[in-house]
């Protein structure tokens, strides 16, 4: 085990932690028309719209690096409404997951004609510098923790920053870790790239994507013995972060088997009693072909390794949030956290999996169960 998560918070398009976890659980989603973009459908003579799951308030009128830094203000709130973000001390670390800004469209730089670096690691480090040094002026937070760790690598990149997280606790180096994923795909920069690249859902592409943003604030901790405050909340624990590499093409001519995600699952799900529910799946599949296959090769895979594992329930975010990029890992996280939290998720295991596009694969185990399962990287 790697740590109990004592606290979380969220910005998304249902609002913070508490409703937007109401919300996905009743099934709702709040899809908006996007400002400021439009599709030309051949053939029909009017401009189309596109839908994307935005904040109702905080994002409007911003985009680029402005449109994070307003998404990280906003979980960070929602945090301190449970966990004063000032009292994390010099044993604190501070771990972020970011997208990598060219994928996005924007440049880091105070204009838009300063150039980036040009690698994606010192184009991250230099996004996520601006980015969590303005949402603390914005919040008047003073940290006292250590110096941020910057993540990417697309969806994966929660996990890898929770497995680094987790590590560092594990060995001691901390005694708590504030672990943040940022992401926003409803930018009209983004919007346009993903449209020119044919990944955008519109209404003569409808396999394609809805964007959305979030961003996700998780503080994690060595496990607590005895109370942990709320007596109708249950604690949860992180069991295991899986790593994996499917080197496969996404949308090549070989697709994938999904063989690294099944080993990512039976990795962080560890040796299972034959009387223990199957874990629920938080998938981040969002409505594209080869994760749809993917996610259908998967199916085979498991229940061919374990056939109680072929009847996993599966939870995808993104049919309440959209797609939401390098913070998906972390908004299936808080989605989990709530559901063992409060005693409605069906089993004592949920499992939040992610899939980059550069072929990490991911499996996050959370439990509300404390067990011996570490995290490990799979061949």
């Avoid at 935005?54 to 911003?62: E, H, M």
């Avoid at 510098?129 to 923790?145: N, P």
């Avoid at 790239?193 to 209404?203: Q, V």
Wanted: glycine content about 10%; proline content about 8%.
């Amino acid at each position: 085990m790697l740590g109990q998560v004592q606290a979380m918070g969220l910005a998304t398009s249902l609002g913070p932690l508490v409703p937007a976890s109401a919300a996905f659980r009743a099934g709702v989603a709040r899809p908006s028309p996007a400002p400021d973009f439009e599709n030309f459908v051949q053939g029909e003579e009017e401009p189309s719209t596109v839908a994307i799951h935005a904040l109702p308030v905080a994002t409007f009128g911003f985009s680029g690096v402005g449109r994070l830094i307003a998404l990280l203000t906003e979980a960070l709130t929602d945090f301190s409404s449970r966990e004063d973000l000032g009292a994390l001390g010099a044993e604190t670390g501070l771990y972020v997951a970011l997208p990598d800004p060219e994928e996005r469209g924007f440049t880091t730089g105070k204009d838009a004609f300063q150039e980036d670096p040009e690698t994606p690691r010192e184009r991250v480090d230099a996004l996520g510098a601006r980015v969590v040094q303005a949402a603390f002026k914005v919040l008047s937070v003073d940290w006292k923790g250590q110096a941020p760790r910057f993540f990417h690598g697309g969806n994966a990149a929660f996990a890898l920053a929770l497995m680094a997280a987790g590590e560092a606790l594990r060995g001691r180096q901390l005694r708590s870790a504030l672990i943040c994923a940022v992401d926003t795909l409803a930018s009209p920069a983004t919007l346009r790239l993903l449209h020119d690249g044919g990944r955008l859902k519109t209404h003569d592409n409808p396999t394609g994507i809805t964007p959305g943003e979030t961003a996700v604030a998780m503080l994690l901790t060595a496990p607590r013995r005895g109370s942990t405050g709320e007596q109708k909340e249950r604690p949860v624990f992180l069991r295991a972060v899986s790593l994996g590499k499917d080197a496969r093409k996404p949308e090549g001519d070989s697709p994938t088997d999904a063989r690294p995600l099944a080993q990512c699952i039976l990795s962080a799900l560890g040796p299972q009693e034959a009387s223990t529910r199957p874990p629920v799946l938080l998938t981040d599949h969002d409505g594209q072909h080869h994760r749809a296959h993917e996610w259908g090769m998967l199916q085979l895979q498991l229940a061919d390794r374990d056939p109680r594992l072929g009847t996993c329930p599966a939870w995808m975010p993104a049919v309440s949030f959209g797609h939401t990029g390098a913070a998906s890992g972390g908004l299936g996280a808080a989605m989990a956290y709530r559901a063992l939290q409060r005693g409605y998720a069906p089993g004592p295991s949920l499992l939040v999996l992610s899939s980059s596009d550069t072929g990490e694969r991911t499996a996050i185990h959370l439990s509300s169960e404390a067990g011996g399962t570490s995290s490990q990287r799979v061949p």
